[in-house]
């Protein structure tokens, strides 16, 4: 079903941390921050916008991993489309860059398009 024209499009992007920048000092500058500046250039093209911060579970940070997992959905690919040639003007692209080399390894940035297939399982709660 990828690539129907009525279809959700799901970007999922894996960013890291700048060198240096604590874990704590990443997540808060994201979220009083970076994340206003992705909510003004996402109004009006993404329907969900949504980080999720990843915490190893055994509390050990490799210097491979990944700091969050950022999700943006559009409802379709021409609104995706529309959203990042809207982008494209220099002195809202520079604004972008200049905040992201402020906060991220921009290196490591990894974007993917989501070709989603869920199970429906049992409600847990009548399992037990």
């Known amino acids: 079903m990828a690539g129907r024209p009525d279809m959700t499009v799901t970007l999922v992007t894996l960013l890291k941390r700048r060198p240096g920048m604590s874990k ?9 921050h970076h994340r206003r500046i992705g909510e003004e250039v996402l109004s009006g093209f993404a329907s969900r916008y949504v980080r999720r911060f990843l915490l190893p579970a055994d509390g050990t ?5 990944f700091d969050v997992v950022l999700e943006i959905d559009f409802p ?3 609104t995706m489309d ?6 494209q003007p220099p002195e809202i692209m520079d604004r972008i860059i200049a ?7 921009r290196a490591r940035n ?3 398009t989501v ?3 869920a199970s429906t399982l ?4 009548l399992a037990r």
Do not use: G, K, W
Request: charged share 40%; hydrophobic share 35%; glycine share 0%.
């Open 82 to 87: 529309a959203c990042f040639a809207a982008m």
């Open 76 to 78: 379709d690919q021409a």
């Open 61 to 65: 940070d490799q210097d491979h991993d």
């Open 24 to 32: 704590a000092d990443f997540i808060a500058y994201y979220e009083t």
């Open 110 to 112: 990894r974007v993917f």
């Open 115 to 117: 070709e989603e297939h």
């Open 122 to 125: 049992p409600d847990p709660t």
């Open 99 to 105: 905040d992201e080399e402020r906060l991220f390894d």
